[in-house]
């Protein structure tokens, strides 16, 4: 096959394809600066200190605010230890046949629970860092 006619196919096979992927849009001016503008790289920068700066300020009001924390367990003992204690340590022992008692120590189920409530009177630090993110609120 000669190399024209392999150059030929191959343009008339591309050639309509890239005529039907591009697409004329009309823009106007206005439209295409705040489109700059928006997605220029300084200003998503400044979006995202502004948004961090937001967190910061989340962070900082969170110090002065009381804390509430809970705890809970619960325990299954299926099978408990057991001791044996000398039968003479027990009023009436000395009259029992087995010198030994047999004793099961512990509980089978054992639950806890504890809630905990604590809230800072005063901490200069939460204070100034208060001030600091009113200020840096302003400043972004």
Do not use: C, H
């Not at 700059?36 to 910061?56: G, P, R, V």
């Not at 047999?102 to 639950?111: E, I, P, Y």
């Amino acid at each position: 096959m000669n190399v024209n006619l392999k150059k030929y196919i191959v343009l008339v096979l591309i050639v309509p394809v890239l005529g039907f992927a591009q697409e004329v849009r009309q823009v106007s001016l206005q439209d295409a600066v705040n489109y700059a503008l928006e997605n220029q790289s300084d200003a998503k920068k400044a979006k995202l200190q502004i948004e961090n700066s937001e967190y910061l300020i989340q962070e900082a009001r969170a110090g002065a605010l009381p804390n509430l924390s809970a705890n809970g367990s619960l325990t299954y003992n299926p099978i408990l230890q057991e001791t044996a204690i000398p039968a003479s340590s027990f009023p009436g022992g000395e009259q029992s046949p087995d010198p030994f008692i047999v004793l099961a120590m512990g509980q089978k189920w054992n639950a806890v629970g504890g809630v905990s409530l604590t809230q800072n009177i005063f901490d200069q630090t939460v204070f100034t860092g208060l001030k600091a993110a009113r200020t840096t609120r302003e400043f972004y």
